[in-house]
């Protein structure tokens, strides 16, 4: 079924016009580039995994407005296996931007352990302390225990009145068992491995590593 017939009924009269604003309808804006900023350390450790996280990227258009992207953009040619600058490309809508950053030798490694201060600061920044390596001069020695195992002190330069880090129940090269108190003695050039820890006020390498 369908509506046949309309009738209008009405009175006549004098008509009366109403004015109504002009209406304009904007284009959409048109990107005109994006920006970075952010407060992410520019320095990498060599094989160290790039993250844009703390980089904000912000596209901006040509009405004067601006967005912060998030998933949209993405983050190409840098390679963080190759020391020196690096540049990071960030692309956003056939727009390009770059956010340099320098790949150094990784610290904590076996080629490049940490110093006392610098396994410290690992320690208190929670970063880096996990299968890291660091140099010291033994400045306190232990006893073996029965597990072979000797509790010892390293410092920068030997001395108990330095920043002191711990090697709690070490273990010797590849993991043997110390032998005698004279394995570890004051004043040896040593490396350790292992995970850095903080135990109360006490730097330290966990226990049973090397």
């Known amino acids: 079924a369908g ?26 804006a048109t990107l005109t580039g994006i920006t970075l900023s ?11 995994t790039f993250s844009s996280e703390g980089i904000v990227v912000t596209a901006n258009f040509d009405d004067n407005t601006t967005a912060v992207v998030t998933s949209e953009a993405t983050f190409t040619g840098y390679d963080m296996s190759v020391l020196g600058e690096q540049t990071v490309t960030v692309s956003y809508e056939g727009q390009e931007a770059t956010y340099t950053i320098t790949i150094v030798e990784k610290k904590g490694t076996a080629t490049n352990p940490y110093t006392v201060a610098e396994a410290r600061a ?12 660091a140099q010291g001069i033994v400045s306190q020695a232990g006893t073996v225990n029965n597990s ?35 394995d570890i003695q004051v004043g ?14 006490i730097y330290e390498f966990d226990a049973n590593k090397l």
Not at 5 to 18: A, D, L, N, P, R
Not at 39 to 45: A, D, I, S, V
């Open 122 to 133: 690992a320690i208190d920044a929670n970063a880096g302390v996990t299968g890291v390596y």
């Open 38 to 48: 952010g407060t992410y350390p520019t320095e990498f450790g060599q094989g160290d």
């Open 3 to 28: 509506v046949q017939t309309v009738t209008v009924s009405y009175t006549e009269g004098e008509v009366t016009e109403t004015a109504t604003d002009d209406i304009t309808v904007n284009a959409p």
């Open 188 to 201: 040896d050039v040593v490396v350790i491995y292992g995970n850095l820890k903080k135990y109360n006020s």
């Open 148 to 182: 072979g195992q000797i509790s010892y002190y390293i410092s920068a330069d030997g001395l108990t009145t330095s920043d002191q880090l711990q090697a709690y129940k070490g273990k010797g090269i590849d993991g043997a068992d110390f032998e005698s108190d004279d």
